[in-house]
């Protein structure tokens, strides 16, 4: 398993993990679109307890 830093780069590739997860067996989530996702991304991004 290869470890990588989220950053705005590599962003639309981490929402599409994302849902690809968690759409799966046991959480089973429908998402309409991405951008709660990238929102949520975002804003833990800018949080000062992330670490880049």
Known sequence: MKLVHI???N???CI???MDT???EPWN???EST???RSYF???MENNQ???
Do not use: Q
């Open 42 to 44: 975002l804003n833990f």
């Open 50 to 52: 992330y670490i880049e």
């Open 16 to 18: 599409k993990l994302y």
């Open 22 to 24: 968690f759409s799966k």
């Open 7 to 9: 950053t705005k780069d």
């Open 11 to 13: 962003l639309e590739e």
């Open 35 to 37: 951008d709660k996702i």
């Open 29 to 31: 989530d429908v998402f």
